[in-house]
């Protein structure tokens, strides 16, 4: 009854919004990680776009009645978690060494 | 017996390995004897065979050892062919090797590269019976090309001397020529028949299924390979040349075997020549003119070994006017004898040689009668022999050669005739300069003059009487005797004419023969023993004429000009043109040309990691874009 109700509200609001909005923070991720020095932003511009396509995996699970959307999301949630773990920790280190997590101080190992 | 064929190249090519691997770690004496008795053996095999195969009925074995080559249609077995022909030669080459190999040990024994020479030795006598023994004609190419690499390697054997080593070389490359008209034979032959093992080949080309040119061309091309490696015109400039190697080597290689194989070759291919008439003409033109013209250059040289080289020359010239003429077991004949007394001309010039310290120069030898017994006696024999004078072995072959000439075409025997007339006079103008007269080198050398040691004497001996002896193997059947080697090889001869000479006939060219000789050596003692002319001893005392045929003809000088110098001047323009401007050019551009864009590439890679993203991001939409629209 209460799963219904959530699909029926989530269902109130035209798919064609929930794409435009997936799109919009992709783009906005994408173009974050291409622009922006700051490697933790960079990091969140990547949650962003990761965030970005489980809001339309869930929107069209719930759209087409199918769960395996749901799963996926699941999925990427996790991976997304061990891949934060593992960058941040990347982060810590690269800022310990040079004292800043500007990424375009990092162009050392090209020369 | 037979099944054991195998053993017979296997001594020498063991005694090859031994002397090759750990020969200089030998005495010389040990090394010496690995050398001969190797020889040894395989002669001794070689006999047995040879009585086997005269007692059974069955004239020809092959011998499969393994299957060697195995590709599509093409199959070579590695199989030995025992018949009366390659027998013959076994004993030829493994009895007058043996001599050879015994006298070297005698002529060699100061050379520091003793056990060297008896390695190349017993490697070139391997090659020369797998040359002989072979079913098939890549077997044959393949000792054809070993003896060639052997006969390079001792001709060159003391290689500090540069000019021994063009000499090396010039034989080599030359021998070349003639290889690749041996090659183009061969497979020739197997595009025709499909087959290139002799029984298979000679039983289709008398079925008659090739064509007339195709025959004909098969016939050409192998003789040319014969020109090469027998030295014939217009190949044959190699061979005098060759005398830069040890004198045994002259002997074995360069008079008594390697040098025949040619004649091997063309007899024991003879159907191919017995059904072209163009190819019989063309090999007995060649022989007749290298007879005539080898045989007047080697009555003006001086160096005693140069006159006997010419001689070989001149002789192998008359063994292939005797194939042309047919006569295929004639010039066997002639081959067998010819090995006896050049074998022992050459050994005797050596022990000369040894005698007076290394001169070689007739001119400055004289009187050796007395200090070389030995050889004086057994060089004697060997001119007569040569000579064409009764009842001594080249009377026999040569005579019977000459009649068989005369049988088809009476020009060529008039060369023939005129060539033996020639022979017995040079022969016999060296002979008299060598040993009789005044002694005219200097006190040292007449000083140290001595007979040759017993090992160098003892093959003297043996090749005198088969010189001597040898013409009993093919007694003229007019005479009512037997022509042992004329019936012997008759099962492998494919098509024969019979002789139509009367017997007057033959009686008066034998006599014409004898008689021809015998002026010839009158002459030649009459200007050298009785008058004791000497040969000019310089060459501006020579007449004009002399000294042209002295420089044989010119026609080193002759090939220098109109094929070495043109070669090298095309081949210096392709050079500076071909391979430096467009062979480099090609290269070297095509290496300019990826450097030049990857420095254009480069530039992308920026190290930016936000320009990287940026290319991959809008490479998607592209991607997102095209497929989409």
């Known amino acids: 009854m209460n799963n219904i109700l959530l699909q029926s509200s989530i269902q109130v609001i035209?798919?064609?919004?929930?794409?435009?909005?997936?799109?919009?923070?992709?783009?906005?991720?994408?173009?974050?990680?291409?622009?922006?020095?700051?490697?933790?932003?960079?990091?969140?511009?990547?949650?962003?776009?990761?965030?970005?396509?489980?809001?339309?995996?869930?929107?069209?699970?719930?759209?087409?009645?199918?769960?395996?959307?749901?799963?996926?999301?699941?999925?990427i949630m996790a991976v997304a978690a061990a891949e934060v773990a593992v960058g941040l920790a990347i982060l810590t280190m690269i800022y310990r060494n040079v004292k800043s997590i500007d990424i375009d101080l990092l162009g050392n190992l090209k020369n | 017996m037979i099944k054991l064929i195998g053993l017979v190249p296997l001594f020498p090519l063991i005694g090859f390995l031994i002397n090759g691997f750990i020969g200089k770690k030998l005495s010389k004496g040990v090394s010496g004897a690995i050398g001969s008795f190797s020889i040894l053996a395989s002669f001794v095999v070689s006999l047995l065979i040879f009585i086997e195969l005269n007692g059974s009925a069955q004239k020809s074995h092959v011998v499969d050892l393994f299957s060697w080559i195995s590709s599509g249609n093409l199959q070579v077995p590695f199989s030995f062919l025992v018949d009366p022909l390659s027998a013959l030669f076994l004993l030829i080459i493994t009895g007058i090797g043996f001599l050879i190999h015994?006298?070297?040990?005698?002529?060699?024994?100061?050379?520091?590269?003793?056990?060297?020479?008896?390695?190349?030795?017993?490697?070139?006598?391997?090659?020369?019976?797998?040359?002989?023994?072979?079913?098939?004609?890549?077997?044959?190419?393949?000792?054809?090309?070993?003896?060639?690499?052997?006969?390079?390697?001792?001709?060159?054997?003391?290689?500090?001397?540069?000019a021994y080593n063009n000499a090396a070389k010039k034989a080599f490359v030359i021998n070349r020529i003639g290889d690749l008209g041996f090659l183009l034979g061969i497979i020739l032959i197997f595009f025709t028949f499909n087959t290139i093992s002799y029984g298979e080949v000679f039983k289709l080309a008398n079925t008659g299924i090739a064509a007339q040119g195709t025959i004909t061309a098969i016939a050409l091309l192998l003789f040319i390979g014969a020109m090469g490696k027998s030295a014939q015109i217009p190949l044959y400039t190699w061979l005098p040349d060759a005398m830069a190697g040890p004198t045994p080597v002259s002997a074995l290689i360069h008079a008594a075997t390697m040098v025949t194989a040619?004649?091997?070759?063309?007899?024991?291919?003879?159907?191919?020549?017995?059904?072209?008439?163009?190819?019989?003409?063309?090999?007995?033109?060649?022989?007749?003119?290298?007879?005539?013209?080898?045989?007047?250059?080697?009555?003006?040289?001086?160096?005693?070994?140069?006159?006997?080289?010419?001689?070989?020359?001149?002789?192998?010239?008359?063994?292939?006017?005797?194939?042309?003429?047919?006569?295929?077991?004639?010039?066997?004949?002639?081959?067998?004898?010819?090995?006896?007394?050049?074998?022992?001309?050459?050994?005797?010039?050596?022990?000369?040689?040894?005698?007076?310290?290394?001169?070689?120069?007739?001119?400055?030898?004289?009187?050796?009668?007395?200090?070389?017994?030995?050889?004086?006696?057994?060089?004697?024999?060997?001119?007569?022999?040569?000579?064409?004078?009764?009842?001594?072995?080249?009377?026999?072959?040569?005579?019977?050669?000459?009649?068989?000439?005369?049988?088809?075409?009476?020009?060529?025997?008039?060369?023939?005739?005129?060539?033996?007339?020639?022979?017995?006079?040079?022969?016999?103008?060296?002979?008299?300069?060598?040993?009789?007269?005044?002694?005219?080198?200097?006190?040292?050398?007449?000083?140290?003059?001595?007979?040759?040691?017993?090992?160098?004497?003892?093959?003297?001996?043996?090749?005198?009487?088969?010189?001597?002896?040898?013409?009993?193997?093919?007694?003229?059947?007019?005479?009512?005797?037997?022509?042992?080697?004329?019936?012997?090889l008759s099962p492998l001869i494919y098509r024969k004419n019979p002789s139509i000479l009367s017997h007057?006939?033959?009686?008066?060219?034998?006599?014409?023969?004898?008689?021809?000789?015998?002026?010839?050596?009158?002459?030649?003692?009459?200007?050298?023993?009785?008058?004791?002319?000497?040969?000019?001893?310089?060459?501006?005392?020579?007449?004009?004429?002399?000294?042209?045929?002295?420089?044989?003809?010119?026609?080193?000088?002759?090939?220098?000009?109109?094929?070495?110098?043109?070669?090298?001047?095309?081949?210096?323009?392709?050079?500076?043109?071909?391979d430096l401007k467009i062979v480099d050019g090609i290269v070297n551009g095509t290496g300019q040309a990826v450097n030049w864009f990857s420095e254009l590439i480069r530039k992308l890679q920026t190290g930016n990691i936000g320009f990287y993203i940026l290319a991959m991001v809008a490479g998607i939409v592209a991607i997102l874009f095209t497929s989409l629209f």
Request: with cysteine; proline share 2%; net charge neutral.
């Open chain 1, 14 to 75: 035209p798919i064609n919004w929930y794409i435009l909005l997936s799109a919009a923070l992709f783009t906005i991720g994408a173009l974050g990680v291409m622009f922006r020095r700051n490697a933790i932003i960079i990091f969140m511009c990547i949650e962003l776009m990761l965030n970005a396509v489980n809001l339309l995996l869930v929107a069209f699970s719930s759209f087409h009645s199918d769960a395996a959307g749901q799963v996926f999301v699941f999925f």
């Open chain 2, 102 to 162: 015994v006298y070297s040990v005698g002529y060699m024994h100061e050379d520091e590269g003793f056990s060297r020479f008896f390695t190349y030795l017993n490697l070139f006598v391997f090659f020369m019976l797998l040359l002989v023994l072979g079913n098939n004609y890549l077997i044959m190419f393949v000792g054809w090309e070993g003896v060639g690499l052997c006969s390079y390697l001792l001709i060159g054997f003391w290689f500090k001397n540069t």
């Open chain 2, 262 to 488: 040619g004649i091997y070759m063309i007899v024991r291919s003879n159907i191919f020549y017995s059904m072209s008439d163009v190819a019989s003409e063309t090999v007995a033109v060649v022989g007749a003119a290298t007879a005539l013209f080898a045989a007047t250059i080697g009555m003006v040289q001086t160096d005693i070994k140069k006159v006997l080289a010419y001689s070989t020359v001149s002789q192998l010239g008359l063994m292939f006017l005797a194939l042309g003429a047919g006569a295929y077991s004639s010039a066997v004949f002639h081959v067998a004898t010819h090995a006896f007394f050049k074998a022992l001309l050459f050994l005797g010039a050596g022990s000369v040689i040894h005698a007076m310290g290394g001169e070689q120069d007739i001119r400055k030898m004289g009187a050796l009668k007395k200090a070389l017994p030995v050889t004086f006696f057994t060089m004697a024999i060997g001119t007569i022999a040569i000579s064409g004078i009764p009842p001594f072995s080249g009377f026999f072959s040569k005579d019977e050669i000459l009649a068989h000439v005369y049988e088809e075409n009476k020009l060529l025997w008039f060369i023939g005739s005129v060539t033996s007339m020639l022979t017995a006079f040079y022969m016999f103008r060296m002979f008299y300069l060598t040993f009789f007269g005044k002694f005219r080198g200097t006190h040292e050398q007449e000083h140290h003059l001595h007979e040759s040691p017993k090992s160098m004497t003892v093959p003297l001996i043996v090749l005198a009487i088969l010189a001597a002896l040898g013409g009993v193997m093919g007694l003229p059947e007019f005479w009512g005797t037997h022509n042992w080697i004329a019936d012997y």
């Open chain 2, 504 to 578: 007057e006939t033959e009686w008066v060219l034998m006599g014409l023969a004898v008689a021809a000789a015998a002026v010839s050596i009158y002459t030649a003692y009459n200007v050298y023993r009785k008058n004791n002319i000497l040969p000019a001893a310089k060459e501006e005392d020579m007449g004009g004429a002399e000294r042209f045929v002295y420089h044989k003809y010119k026609v080193d000088e002759f090939y220098e000009a109109v094929i070495t110098k043109p070669l090298n001047l095309i081949s210096e323009a392709f050079y500076k043109f071909f």
